[in-house]
């Protein structure tokens, strides 16, 4: 459940950004749409604030299992 809000999330935020560019809607939905895939980078930064404690032992598990489930979903 939590890995499909993720990928709704990043499908709407990608859209709204592109949206709000000056792209029409079409436009703005594919842009999200291949953007929602981009997941490798959430791993270079849950890595960097690993060590700052910014994310517990149970949410570094958490989000590591909805960010290669969404990477699979793609």
Known sequence: MIT???VV???ASCG???FVGGHDLRTS???GMGLAQIGEFSF???QAGAPLGLM???G???FF???VFSLLLS
């Open 4 to 6: 499909v809000a993720v």
């Open 9 to 11: 999330g990043k499908i």
């Open 16 to 18: 709204f950004g592109t």
């Open 29 to 31: 939905l594919r842009a």
């Open 44 to 46: 270079v930064l849950a």
């Open 56 to 58: 517990g032992a149970g």
């Open 60 to 62: 570094s598990q958490a």
């Open 65 to 67: 299992a909805g960010a």
